[in-house]
């Protein structure tokens, strides 16, 4: 097993297709992204306790794929963020003038 201390932002790669960012957290909790083809099946320990699974082949939980957003449902989170981010800026030039 690896032991690592990492920093918010750094990210672990395992082979050539699994990336695994480290985003935060406090002294009890971390955030992890992890990014990894569909064909791995990754499942938290603590819901293979929950079912009373253990972490062997065949044992695996299964998620189904949620559904596809439409375009115009895309285009309208793209022009929240958009705003969002345009919002953020002016507020932040705001208090920088004063």
Wanted: aromatic share 6%; net charge positive; charged share 35%.
């Amino acid at each position: 097993m690896l032991k690592l201390t990492v920093e918010p932002g750094e990210y672990i790669l395992i082979g050539d297709d699994i990336k695994i960012v480290f985003s935060g957290g406090s002294s009890t909790k971390l955030r992890i992204l992890v990014d990894a083809p569909k064909k791995y099946n990754i499942v938290r320990s603590g819901a293979l306790e929950r079912y009373g699974m253990a972490p062997e082949p065949g044992n695996e939980v299964k998620y189904h794929r949620e559904k596809e957003l439409s375009p115009e449902a895309k285009e309208k989170i793209k022009s929240i963020i958009v705003a969002e981010r345009k919002r953020i800026r002016q507020e932040e030039r705001k208090a920088s003038n004063r």
